[in-house]
Every structure is written in structure tokens, then in C-alpha cells.
């Protein structure tokens, strides 16, 4: 691959007492891409991405985003520097409306003269932004922008915290399970909307147990085994069981794309 990785990790350790969940794990995202990140149960996939969006400090390594040495102390910090991850819990409010959720603990206030924490908050911008966020990123089966949250589907909801994670200018979403509590129907409408935000340009990491779904996004596969990286496959490459059989040390890749 000819452009420069927007971010990198090289060499990362993290160990918990006696177990190490990090042995000098490597991983490389590319501008524009969709990297799929596979591995067993304890591999320490959540480990490598909590360091990277600074949920966790890493023991020994390094990580770099658009070539700069980051050290995140939390992960507002690196949310600061255009590192949006999406839980699994998803971390929106159940009973804010979409609009409320989409600005949580960034709200859009009126000006005034007193400080910050004094104006009253603009209702009507943060609705319309919030509005014109969805309907960008084709979620506007969404009726109503001051529906709690609560009352959303699963696939809905997961669409809101993405679409919060690609509004605020992010240069990075990750996403952890997307599609795991979802069915059928809803999984596939997440799908779309993360095809969608890779259209606007935004990399995506996309953490997933669930082959087919990382097969038919995916542009690479980063295989993660025994607390590191052990190669990134190109999809159109190997097939499923490959991959698996990688995953858990079945079967050794004999070549791999470049990482
Ligand atoms: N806070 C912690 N304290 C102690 N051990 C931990 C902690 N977090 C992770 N571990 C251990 O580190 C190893 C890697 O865990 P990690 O959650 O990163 O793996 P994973 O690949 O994300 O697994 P899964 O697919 O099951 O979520 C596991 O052995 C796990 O038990």
C-alpha cells in the first residue's frame, strides 16, 4: 500500500498481573478503509483497541496518529483527537431524545455574556444538526428527533451512536460488535451505514466475531492471536475457514499482505 497508515501501534505490552494481554501487538489502519479485527475469545482485540482510543495505557509501545506520537490519558482525549469508539454498550442515555444523545457533554449553547455553563442550550440547533446528521447517513426512518432513545430499536439505536461518532469531524470510528445483538434485518441496515461512513471517508475499525459480516465489509483483516497482531489478510484472498483456522492457530497463513 502506497499511502501513509492514519494510525499505528508498534511494540504494545499490557499486562494484567500474571496474564499478558498485549506481546508487542502491531496494527496499521489506512485512510479510507474498512480493517476488520478477528481473534479468539481473550486474544486481546479490546485490550489493543482500549489502548488505542485510551480507555487503557499501554505498559511499553507506541502509537501514532497522522504520524504523531499520541499518549492518551482517557478516552475523552482521544475522542479530542478524532478517535470516536462506539461500545458495545453503546453509551447513550435510554431516556434522552436523539438530539439530547447525539450532544452529550458537547452541547450547543446560545450566546450570552456570561460563561460557558450559564447559556442556555440551543434546542433548536442541536435538533437540526442532529436531524441533518441522520438524514445524511440514511437514517431518517427515524420520525422524530425528540424521540427518546429508549424507544428505538437496536439497529436504530446502534445507528445513532454511530452517526454521533462520524458527526463530530472524527478522522477514526471504532466500533466494537456493531452487529451482535441485532437480527438480521437491522444488522444489515448497520452494515450499510458503515459502508456509508467509509464512503464519506472516514476509516473504520470494525471489530467482529461474525465472518460473514466482517467478509462482505471488510477491505483487510487484521488476525489477532495470542496478543498480537499475527497477519492482515486481504478478503478476496483467503475464505472464511482460513481465516478462523488462523484465528485459532489451526493453520499458519503462508503469505500475507503487506500489514
Ligand atoms: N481488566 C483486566 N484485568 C485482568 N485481566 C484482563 C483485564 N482485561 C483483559 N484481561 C485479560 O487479558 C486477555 C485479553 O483480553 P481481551 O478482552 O483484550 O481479549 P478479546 O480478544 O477482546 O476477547 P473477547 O473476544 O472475548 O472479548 C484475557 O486473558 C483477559 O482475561
Redesign the pocket.
Known amino acids: 500500500m502506497l499511502t501513509a497508515p492514519i494510525l499505528t501501534a508498534r511494540g504494545l505490552v499490557?499486562r494484567?498481573?500474571r496474564?499478558?494481554?498485549?506481546d508487542h501487538a502491531d496494527f496499521d489502519l489506512y485512510p479510507g478503509e474498512i480493517l476488520a479485527v478477528i481473534?479468539?475469545?481473550?486474544?486481546?482485540?479490546?485490550?489493543?483497541?482500549?489502548a488505542i482510543s485510551g480507555a487503557?495505557t499501554p505498559d511499553e509501545g507506541e502509537i501514532r496518529l497522522q504520524g504523531q506520537v499520541i499518549n492518551f490519558r482517557s478516552p475523552i482525549e482521544a475522542r479530542k483527537a478524532g478517535i470516536e469508539t462506539v461500545y458495545q454498550n453503546l453509551a447513550l442515555s435510554p431516556a434522552l431524545s436523539i438530539a439530547d444523545n447525539m450532544f452529550l457533554g458537547r452541547e450547543l449553547r446560545k450566546p450570552g455574556v456570561m460563561g460557558q455553563w450559564f447559556r442556555k442550550l440551543d434546542r433548536s440547533a442541536m435538533e437540526k444538526f442532529a436531524r441533518d446528521k441522520l438524514s445524511e447517513l440514511g437514517l431518517m426512518t427515524i420520525q422524530n428527533i425528540n424521540q427518546a432513545v429508549e424507544t428505538l430499536s437496536g439497529g436504530q439505536r446502534q445507528g445513532v451512536a454511530v452517526a454521533r461518532a462520524a458527526a463530530f469531524g472524527s478522522k477514526v470510528i471504532i466500533l466494537d460488535?456493531p452487529t451482535a445483538a441485532l437480527g438480521v434485518k437491522e444488522s444489515r441496515r448497520v452494515l450499510e451505514l458503515i459502508l456509508d461512513v467509509r464512503r464519506r471517508g472516514i476509516p473504520i475499525v470494525l471489530?467482529s466475531?461474525n465472518m460473514p459480516h466482517v467478509f462482505e465489509v471488510a477491505d483487510r483483516i487484521h488476525i489477532?492471536r495470542l496478543?498480537r497482531r499475527l497477519t492482515v489478510i486481504n478478503p478476496k484472498d483467503y475464505t472464511m475457514s482460513d481465516a478462523v483456522a488462523f484465528m485459532t492457530g489451526a493453520k499458519l497463513p503462508a503469505e500475507a499482505i503487506a500489514a
Open positions: 499490557k494484567y498481573g496474564v499478558t494481554a498485549l481473534g479468539d475469545n481473550g486474544a486481546g482485540k479490546s485490550s489493543m483497541i482500549k487503557i460488535e471489530i466475531h489477532h496478543g
